[in-house]
């Protein structure tokens, strides 16, 4: 159950507050500066949460000293598809005067600290706040707003009182953020504690308006002992870009700044709401009880969603719906009065599922015009993911020829907790001017995006069912090309098997770290693989011939380090599983690092062409293995290359 701060208001009441301003007080001793930490962050920027983890810190340890504005703006900040609009009209012009070059970045009071510009990285941001805190300030703030929950009107009174000479361009800044609104957060992790229990990320002090424009209202006089007094009312609209304005989560800010730039000091404080004669305020819970599994083998489902009085007074009527894959809503009507605590469950007809990936998303609301919500975080609700998978016969082939990105891929479904995964070829990012395709023979691959993902992020490629019930050499066999960001980087690929619809899984391949390189160490950009970075993976799965309605599914999981890239992706029956059918022979290399000889173990290798390249891919030394399996590398200066023998590659060292 939620605590509001509101009060009910007679016309008595409502001369009253008239006068609240008189009675707001702002101290006349002089005081230290407090500090306005603007944070410039987006819903795409995988270390976003940590930077609001950091300046959550900052106020934690001055509570009544620190005011956080967080700007949504920039590339990361971007929508994608159904994904919510948190940016303002403001927010590119504040990010424009800081001089960032990356997100997050953050502002202290738009001080310039060292060189030129206001933006600072989020490792500075600690130390900059202590530094502000410690200087004086000719000017002391304090502020309220009150909000009337019927006419949704704000009223917001500032005082401000010099106690020195200010400067004659001082401005007066009055924003109104809102927080608990609930989205999407890539990288969600490095900030756990505003991870909702339904996987979104909760965000806070998120700037909504300035109430003042976009830099301010002039003060007319700035001298020693001035007190000014500001009364500013806005009537909040029902959302901003689609995205409610809940009136019941509101802030305000108020700062004063030198011009546009240097803030003196901030002050900031939670709306309070002005509950009319007549009204109450009410509340919804919502939780998902759709009773059809979430899964991977669904036809359909029968969307129920249970609803919560979660308030303290009684709730006469409402709707409940659901939408399906951001479609149409589909409403229920409930006429039955729900007690204070009470909860009923409100079922919709069953539903055909034809998508691969389908959601369900639930809402409620509440249909008196005397019964107001004024939070609405908790009336959603969204099930897992039901993949409604077809079948993809005997057997699947796939060189990422034809398809325009990864979600162009129709024999698959891509789930992710924040690993990117990307079909890309010859030109689509700078200075990829060769074939991305497995041992440059074709345009295109798949890549696991780990150069930009944060450590723990996931991807699941999931393919359609597939018939191993007949049929011989059944396998999964692919590409795939790696390399490590530094030594430590872990990146890690694996493929995993299920026989009864994704309930369990099976690991029947891992690739992780240094032993899934193929190429040397890649710390000055994206890895792109060259034709020796390949290596080819050959799964045998013929324990698993004779059964039917088999899952196969790739998981890439990010280290942070760089990217893999995957291709030519074939199983199902008649897979070239068997050494004679694919000319692929395991083999090991030692001693690595080597000084003069190195030698190979395995089978049949005698008389096979091996190849040595280095870190730029260029062909180095090509020859026939003799009988002793050994090549002589004395000649090779000292650094690391690729060693390939009939399409598998393996990292050389050469001291």
Same mark, same amino acid.
């Given at each position: 159950?939620?605590?509001?701060?509101?009060? *009910?208001?007679?016309?008595?009441?409502?001369?009253?507050?008239?006068?609240?301003?008189?009675?707001?007080?702002?101290?006349?001793?002089?005081?230290?500066?407090?500090?306005?930490?603007?944070?410039?962050?987006?819903?795409?920027?995988? +270390?976003?949460?940590?930077?609001?983890?950091?300046?959550?810190?900052?106020?934690?340890?001055?509570?009544?000293?620190?005011?956080?504005?967080?700007?949504?703006?920039?590339?990361?900040?971007?929508?994608? /598809?159904?994904?919510?609009?948190?940016?303002?009209?403001?927010?590119?012009?504040?990010?424009?005067?800081?001089?960032?070059? !990356?997100?997050?970045?953050?502002?202290?009071?738009?001080?310039?600290?060292?060189?030129?510009?206001?933006?600072?990285?989020?490792?500075?941001?600690?130390?900059?706040?202590?530094?502000?805190?410690?200087?004086?300030?000719?000017?002391?703030?304090?502020?309220?707003?009150?909000?009337?929950?019927?006419?949704?009107?704000?009223?917001?009174?500032?005082?401000?009182?010099?106690?020195?000479?200010?400067?004659?361009?001082?401005?007066?800044?009055?924003?109104?953020?809102?927080?608990?609104?609930?989205?999407?957060?890539?990288?969600?992790?490095?900030?756990?504690?505003?991870?909702?229990?339904?996987?979104?990320?909760?965000?806070?002090?998120?700037? #909504?308006?300035?109430?003042?424009?976009?830099?301010?209202?002039?003060?007319?006089?700035?001298?020693?002992?001035?007190?000014?007094?500001? =009364?500013?009312?806005?009537?909040?609209?029902?959302?901003?870009? @689609?995205?409610?304005?809940?009136?019941?989560?509101? %802030?305000?800010?108020?700062?004063?700044?030198? @011009?546009?730039?240097?803030?003196?000091?901030?002050?900031?404080?939670?709306? *309070?709401?002005?509950?009319?004669?007549?009204?109450?305020?009410?509340?919804? %819970?919502?939780?998902?009880?759709?009773?059809?599994?979430?899964?991977?083998?669904?036809?359909?489902?029968?969307?129920?969603?249970?609803? $919560?009085?979660? !308030?303290?007074?009684?709730?006469?009527?409402?709707?409940?719906?659901?939408?399906?894959?951001?479609?149409?809503?589909? +409403?229920?009507?409930?006429?039955?009065? &729900?007690?204070?605590?009470?909860? =009923?469950?409100?079922?919709?007809?069953?539903?055909?599922?034809?998508?691969?990936?389908?959601?369900?998303?639930? !809402?409620? %609301?509440?249909?008196?015009?005397?019964?107001?919500?004024?939070?609405?975080?908790?009336?959603?609700?969204?099930?897992?993911?039901?993949?409604?998978?077809?079948?993809?016969?005997? $057997?699947?082939?796939?060189?990422?020829?034809?398809?325009?990105?990864?979600?162009?891929?129709?024999?698959?479904?891509?789930?992710?907790?924040?690993?990117?995964?990307?079909?890309?070829?010859?030109?689509?990012?700078?200075?990829?001017?060769?074939?991305? /395709?497995?041992?440059?023979?074709?345009?295109?691959?798949?890549?696991?995006?780990?150069?930009?993902?944060?450590?723990?992020?996931?991807?699941?490629?999931?393919?359609? $069912?597939?018939?191993?019930?007949?049929?011989?050499?059944?396998?999964?066999?692919?590409?795939?090309? +790696?390399?490590?960001?530094?030594?430590?980087?872990?990146?890690?690929?694996?493929? #995993?098997?299920?026989?009864?619809?994704?309930?369990?899984?099976?690991?029947?391949?891992?690739?992780?770290?240094?032993?899934?390189?193929?190429?040397?160490?890649?710390?000055?950009?994206?890895?792109?693989?060259?034709?020796?970075?390949?290596?080819?993976?050959?799964?045998?799965?013929?324990?698993?011939?004779?059964?039917?309605?088999?899952?196969?599914?790739?998981?890439?999981?990010?280290?942070?380090?760089?990217?893999?890239?995957?291709?030519?992706?074939?199983?199902?029956?008649?897979?070239?599983?068997?050494?004679?059918?694919?000319?692929?022979?395991?083999?090991?290399?030692?001693?690595?690092?080597?000084?003069?000889?190195?030698?190979?173990?395995?089978?049949? &290798?005698? /008389?096979?062409?091996? $190849?040595?390249?280095?870190? *730029?891919?260029?062909?180095?030394?090509?020859?026939?293995?003799?009988?002793?399996?050994?090549?002589?590398?004395?000649?090779?200066?000292?650094?690391?290359?690729?060693?390939?023998?009939?399409?598998?590659?393996?990292?050389?060292?050469?001291?």
């Amino acid at each position: 159950m939620k605590n509001y701060k509101f009060t *009910t208001l007679s016309i008595v009441g409502l001369l009253a507050f008239s006068s609240m301003n008189a009675q707001l007080t702002v101290d006349t001793s002089p005081q230290k500066k407090n500090v306005v930490l603007e944070e410039y962050t987006g819903i795409y920027c995988g +270390y976003c949460p940590d930077g609001h983890k950091i300046a959550n810190q900052v106020k934690q340890a001055n509570p009544n000293d620190v005011v956080l504005i967080n700007v949504h703006t920039g590339s990361f900040a971007n929508p994608n /598809g159904s994904d919510p609009d948190f940016r303002t009209p403001f927010g590119s012009a504040l990010a424009g005067q800081t001089g960032l070059t !990356g997100y997050p970045a953050g502002t202290v009071n738009r001080h310039v600290f060292s060189g030129s510009n206001t933006a600072l990285s989020r490792s500075a941001w600690q130390a900059s706040a202590t530094t502000i805190l410690g200087q004086d300030s000719y000017v002391n703030m304090a502020i309220e707003g009150s909000v009337n929950v019927q006419t949704r009107v704000l009223t917001v009174n500032v005082k401000a009182y010099y106690t020195g000479n200010g400067a004659n361009n001082n401005k007066i800044n009055v924003a109104l953020l809102q927080s608990k609104v609930e989205g999407p957060q890539s990288g969600s992790a490095g900030n756990p504690s505003q991870v909702l229990p339904n996987g979104n990320y909760e965000h806070n002090h998120m700037l #909504r308006h300035l109430i003042t424009g976009q830099w301010g209202e002039a003060i007319d006089t700035t001298t020693q002992g001035t007190t000014v007094t500001k =009364t500013y009312t806005y009537t909040i609209p029902a959302d901003l870009n @689609g995205v409610a304005y809940e009136i019941g989560n509101l %802030e305000v800010a108020a700062f004063i700044t030198e @011009g546009q730039q240097e803030i003196i000091t901030g002050v900031d404080a939670d709306v *309070t709401l002005d509950v009319p004669a007549g009204v109450s305020i009410i509340d919804f %819970e919502s939780t998902d009880a759709t009773d059809a599994a979430v899964g991977y083998c669904n036809t359909s489902a029968t969307p129920k969603l249970t609803v $919560k009085n979660a !308030g303290n007074n009684v709730i006469s009527s409402f709707k409940a719906s659901y939408s399906l894959n951001d479609g149409t809503k589909v +409403y229920e009507n409930v006429s039955t009065p &729900l007690a204070v605590g009470a909860s =009923t469950t409100v079922s919709f007809p069953v539903v055909n599922l034809t998508d691969m990936v389908n959601r369900f998303e639930f !809402g409620v %609301e509440g249909t008196s015009s005397s019964e107001i919500e004024v939070t609405f975080g908790n009336n959603s609700a969204r099930t897992g993911l039901f993949l409604n998978l077809g079948s993809l016969g005997v $057997k699947h082939t796939e060189s990422f020829e034809d398809a325009s990105n990864a979600g162009d891929l129709e024999k698959c479904a891509l789930t992710s907790t924040g690993l990117s995964v990307y079909v890309l070829k010859q030109g689509d990012l700078q200075n990829w001017n060769t074939k991305l /395709g497995a041992y440059e023979q074709s345009e295109k691959a798949m890549m696991f995006h780990n150069y930009a993902a944060p450590k723990g992020s996931k991807v699941y490629v999931t393919y359609e $069912k597939v018939d191993f019930s007949a049929g011989v050499d059944h396998g999964f066999v692919f590409d795939h090309a +790696y390399a490590q960001y530094d030594d430590s980087s872990n990146d890690e690929l694996s493929v #995993r098997i299920s026989e009864d619809c994704g309930a369990n899984w099976t690991n029947v391949l891992t690739l992780k770290g240094a032993s899934a390189a193929t190429g040397p160490l890649s710390s000055n950009g994206l890895f792109a693989p060259k034709s020796a970075h390949w290596r080819k993976n050959i799964i045998d799965l013929t324990s698993y011939s004779g059964k039917s309605d088999l899952m196969i599914q790739i998981v890439g999981t990010s280290d942070y380090g760089n990217n893999f890239w995957v291709d030519n992706v074939t199983f199902g029956e008649d897979a070239p599983i068997s050494v004679n059918e694919n000319n692929v022979i395991d083999y090991t290399v030692f001693p690595n690092p080597a000084t003069d000889f190195v030698n190979l173990k395995g089978e049949n &290798l005698q /008389g096979e062409t091996f $190849k040595i390249f280095d870190v *730029t891919g260029k062909l180095i030394k090509q020859n026939t293995l003799n009988n002793d399996l050994r090549i002589d590398v004395s000649e090779l200066a000292a650094g690391v290359y690729s060693l390939q023998v009939k399409g598998q590659s393996s990292r050389l060292i050469v001291q």
